[in-house]
């Protein structure tokens, strides 16, 4: 009954995309799908070790005190 189409998040840009059309990239065993050539371009220019979310702005804490 429950048979739903394997989808995945483009990791670029968000999306959800249908495994079965989606443009794979592998990385450190690790498959990942892009909705387009554009998005996986992208993810394979970054570098494997830059960790999104991982912020070094120490400089942007000395705004609250205005
Ligand atoms: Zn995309």
Redesign the pocket.
């Known amino acids: 009954m429950t048979n739903p189409k394997e989808t995945t998040k483009?990791p670029?840009?968000g999306?959800i995309v249908d495994e079965a059309t989606a443009l794979p990239a592998d990385r450190d065993g690790t498959k990942f799908y892009?909705?387009?050539e554009d998005?996986r371009q992208k993810f394979l220019a970054t570098p494997a070790d830059a960790k999104p979310g991982k912020q070094s702005g120490e400089g942007e804490g000395t705004a609250l005190f205005g």
């Open positions: 483009d670029i840009c999306m892009f909705c387009s998005c």
